[in-house]
């Protein structure tokens, strides 16, 4: 509670806060399984979602439509229409038995900053566009970022005839949503129109939590590189070969797993490497494993610095399948490239951070955004706010009203104060 004393005048009572904690509770009720927070892309739940959000836009004095992917689309003009307009947004689609704050929470927030504005009567030099995302996490189509991709003019057509598993393609989707998939097109924006993307959401890690902050500066979104590893020994019986005989696939995973958790840890630079999934053949108690699949996703704060040690790592378990004679297949599944957050908003951020008499404190995302493809037409910047545990993509995923609040303020400390950038694009 430290930053109780701090803050913009008059907002003690936490009232952005308040109106923003009610706001996620209401999205939340929103599931396809009231057990749980389940709201997945192009569904029944999805569109009163979408709904809700579009109404807490015109209430806030903005103009308000759904686009042709389901992203909801909110505009308060600035001092005159049709001025380029400061971008906030996050993503309202959730995991399966989700928590409440990843993504609502930077669309609510953003919504509450201009029913700030507008009811102080404040128009700004610049317009202020609100977008929430339809699909970030991928759930249904196993293809992440449709949302922003569309906004950003990066969607890939292709992508229309992915089906989900009860085999309904994304194009029909689409369509029995009561939106047409050719005018995709239609959501895409041009760099021109845009000054700059921000995006406020949950950390979804425990450093803010560490570090007794509620808010934190991000300073890239982390690219990642995926591997599948794939080690062919020999199967035998567990009971009449000697050891010295033996091409143990699942022994070799198990040095090389070892080997890319070591290689990590002593890295100093923000480096994570994880093996999430692991499957032995022929998987008997008393057969010695013949084969052993394995994936590896690494990544790290810039693209130099990932793509060495994943060449590092992949040389150390050429070394180990060498030296225990396995066959080894590794392949590259998946790259995402890092999307550094631009400094000169990296620099208004901390300012409004500042402002709000908080500590500035810098630290990367680990996690994917839609910042990864807004950067394609706008500068990004990105506001962490600290969740409890730093536990997220889970129900015990919970942001306090102060942190909430807190958030908020930045926000708007950080609309009210914004400057384009000078020979800005
Ligand atoms: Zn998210």
């Given at each position: 509670m ?7 005048a ?9 109106e923003?904690?009610e706001?996620i ?7 396809e399984?009231p057990a ?6 192009l ?18 004095g903005?103009?308000a ?7 909801v689309?909110g505009r308060?003009e600035g001092?005159?229409?049709g001025?380029?307009?400061l971008m906030?947004?996050?993503?309202y ?15 609510i927030?953003a ?12 128009r ?19 293809s ?5 991709r569309?906004v ?7 992508v229309?005839?992915v ?12 369509t ?11 959501a895409?924006?041009v ?7 921000i ?7 425990p450093?803010?939590?560490q ?27 567990a ?13 070799g995973?198990?040095?090389c797993i ?12 923000g480096?994570?490497?994880t ?9 008997a108690t008393?057969?010695?494993p ?14 130099m ?13 050429e ?12 392949d590259?599944?998946?790259?995402n490239r890092t999307?550094?957050?631009a ?8 300012d ?8 500035v404190?810098e ?17 990004v910047?990105m ?5 409890r ?5 889970h129900?015990d995923?919970h942001?306090?009203?102060a ?7 930045v926000?708007?400390r ?8 000078a020979?800005?694009?």
């Amino acid at each position: 509670m430290s930053k109780m004393d701090v803050g913009t005048a008059g907002r003690e009572d936490l009232s952005l806060g308040r109106e923003i904690a009610e706001r996620i509770n209401a999205l939340a009720a929103i599931s396809e399984d009231p057990a749980n927070i389940t709201r997945i892309f192009l569904t029944s739940e999805h569109r009163a979602a979408a709904d809700l959000i579009l109404g807490w836009m015109r209430q806030a004095g903005m103009a308000a439509h759904i686009d042709a992917i389901g992203n909801v689309c909110g505009r308060y003009e600035g001092e005159r229409p049709g001025l380029p307009a400061l971008m906030l947004g996050s993503h309202y689609d959730t995991v399966r038995d989700a928590g409440r704050w990843d993504g609502p929470l930077g669309v609510i927030t953003a919504i509450s900053c201009v029913a700030d504005l507008h009811r102080r009567g404040l128009r700004l030099p610049f317009a202020i566009e609100v977008v929430g995302f339809a699909d970030e996490e991928g759930v249904r189509f196993a293809s992440t970022l449709l949302g922003s991709r569309a906004v950003a003019g990066t969607f890939d057509e292709a992508v229309l005839g992915v089906r989900d598993m009860t085999g309904v393609s994304l194009g029909e989707a689409i369509t029995a949503f009561g939106l047409d998939p050719d005018h995709i097109g239609k959501a895409a924006r041009v760099r021109g129109e845009l000054l700059a993307y921000i995006e406020l959401h949950i950390e979804q890690g425990p450093v803010l939590e560490q570090e007794d902050l509620a808010v934190g500066v991000v300073t890239a979104i982390a690219g990642a590189t995926r591997l599948a590893a794939r080690l062919t020994g020999m199967a035998g019986h567990a009971g009449t070969v000697p050891m010295r005989l033996r091409r143990d696939a699942l022994s070799g995973a198990a040095e090389c797993i070892g080997v890319i958790e070591e290689f990590c840890r002593t890295d100093q630079a923000g480096l994570v490497g994880t093996v999430g999934y692991i499957h032995a053949l022929p998987g008997a108690t008393n057969v010695i494993p013949g084969q052993v699949s394995f994936t590896i996703d690494m990544r790290a704060p810039t693209d130099m610095h990932r793509r060495r040690a994943v060449t590092d790592v992949a040389r150390q378990i050429e070394a180990i399948a060498k030296r225990r004679d396995l066959a080894l297949q590794i392949d590259v599944t998946h790259e995402n490239r890092t999307a550094p957050c631009a400094p000169w908003l990296k620099a208004q951020i901390a300012d409004a951070i500042a402002a709000e008499g908080f500590r500035v404190f810098e630290l990367p995302s680990g996690a994917g955004h839609d910042g990864m493809a807004m950067i394609d037409i706008a500068d990004v910047g990105m506001i962490f706010v600290r969740c409890r545990g730093g536990i997220s993509h889970h129900p015990d995923e919970h942001v306090e009203l102060a942190d909430a609040d807190a958030g908020a303020r930045v926000l708007l400390r950080l609309i009210e104060n914004f400057r384009p950038q000078a020979g800005g694009k």
